[in-house]
């Protein structure tokens, strides 16, 4: 799909179909005739029966699993809030089509087709301390690369690369959920306390510049987000209205569903946190999606790379849940 205006986006946001009522339970009885205790596969029950909801159908399947890696550049880096210059995206994209980096290695071991998008690299957003880091044509267009780049997947696994996102995030998180820069500004690539507190900084100035005119989820995301940020808000939007689950990477995927979700909040029922990163304001930030993380194993490194990992595990309780016999089939007695 593709939105049409800023009406049209706004429009998908605000109505979103639900899950399948019907295939949701059946999946649930299916579990409760299946070899094993009522519960004893814990979590991974609830993500089988989460994935039958949005799919409709009693037992879900992967069959065309994508990761999808948007790539951006942000004028804010002049600011000095990264460890590495703007010219890294370029080369890291580069490193993406040759298939060395770790999101090729992780998504080929989860059986996901990669997608990477990169988005006018050569044209970084406006530092948003100055003023609005897209225009409006801009976002729109970003929105829309996110939203036709879900194509037919079953799953969709979203990442991005970007450098300086890490503070378009903190800003994003700010404007969206409140509280002090310093809460959601964190290490990113490596820079020290120091660093960080220059970014809080930075933050802070991008809120007071565009203050009071945060007022719709579009406008937070044109004035200080970035095109591989709106491009995941698209695909979330998108995926949404196609009934398609999405499982996010870390701190910056979740940031740019932020600001739908402080205007819609069940925009995050068909979404699954893939991991909990180091970054420190991204368990905050869960919270305040209402996600909880399928693992937690200090990554950091964004690409897609812990919802990649996450996705092997969404595929063992699908397998589970489809591949078990019940206690008929085995000649178990049920208790």
């Not at 949701?24 to 299916?30: T, W």
């Not at 979203?158 to 969206?176: V, Y």
């Not at 120091?194 to 579009?218: D, M, N, Q, T, Y």
């Not at 995927?253 to 995050?268: F, K, M, Q």
Request: aromatic letters at 4%; one cysteine or more.
């Amino acid at each position: 799909m593709s939105f049409a205006d800023i009406a049209a986006f706004e429009s998908a946001l605000r109505t979103l179909p639900a899950p399948d009522p019907a295939a949701r339970a059946a999946a649930a009885a299916r579990q409760a005739e299946l070899t094993k205790p009522p519960g004893s596969l814990g979590r991974l029950e609830e993500i089988a029966l989460f994935i039958a909801g949005w799919q409709g159908r009693a037992r879900p399947r992967i069959a065309r699993g994508r990761a999808v890696v948007f790539a951006g550049n942000h004028g804010v880096v002049a600011q000095g809030v990264s460890a590495f210059s703007a010219a890294v995206t370029a080369q890291m994209v580069a490193n993406f089509a040759s298939g060395g980096a770790a999101i090729n290695a992780l998504a080929r071991a989860a059986g996901l087709t990669l997608t990477v998008v990169p988005l006018d690299l050569d044209h970084p957003t406006a530092d948003f301390t100055e003023e609005p880091a897209l225009r409006e044509a801009e976002c729109l267009a970003a929105l829309n690369s996110g939203a036709e780049a879900i194509g037919d997947a079953d799953l969709l696994v979203l990442g991005e690369m970007g450098i300086g996102n890490t503070t378009a995030a903190a800003a994003l998180a700010a404007a969206s959920f409140g509280g002090a820069a310093a809460d959601w500004a964190g290490p990113g690539t490596g820079i020290d306390a120091a660093g960080i507190a220059h970014k809080a900084a930075v933050v802070e100035a991008g809120l007071a510049r565009h203050a009071g005119a945060l007022c719709s989820p579009f406008e937070i995301l044109r004035r200080l987000g970035g095109r591989e940020i709106a491009a995941i808000a698209g695909a979330v939007v998108a995926a949404r209205q196609a009934r398609v689950p999405v499982v996010l990477d870390g701190f910056i995927a979740s940031a740019a569903v932020a600001p739908l979700a402080v205007a819609v909040p069940e925009i995050a029922d068909h979404l699954l946190a893939g991991h909990c990163s180091a970054e420190p304001g991204h368990r905050r930030l869960l919270d305040r999606l209402g996600l909880t993380p399928l693992l937690q194993l200090d990554m950091r490194l964004g690409e897609g790379s812990g919802a990649a990992v996450a996705a092997g595990i969404i595929r063992a309780a699908l397998a589970a849940h489809d591949e078990m016999a019940t206690f008929a089939e085995a000649g178990v007695a049920a208790g």
